[in-house]
């Protein structure tokens, strides 16, 4: 499935309005919950980064 940066701005913006539906590019998707919604950003991120790379979150750990 191809994905847009649309359909990924969309989906952020739901989320952190903390609606359930996403509206982009004339089609609208009711998700059943907020960590659907996150789910799917992150196949949408996946799906839009450059071939070759992957998506780091980095981890900061207190050191002492």
């Known amino acids: 499935m191809s994905y ?3 359909q990924l701005d969309a989906l952020r913006e ?3 309005s ?3 539906r996403v ?3 004339g089609t609208t ?3 059943r919950t907020l960590s659907e919604i996150l789910r799917m950003i992150r196949i ?3 799906a839009l980064a450059p071939r070759g790379s992957s998506h ?3 981890v900061f750990r207190r050191m002492g």
């Open 4 to 6: 847009s940066q649309a």
């Open 14 to 16: 739901a989320a952190a």
């Open 56 to 58: 780091v979150n980095p």
């Open 29 to 31: 998707v009711e998700y």
């Open 44 to 46: 949408v991120e996946n």
């Open 23 to 25: 509206t982009y590019d």
């Open 18 to 20: 903390g609606t359930t």
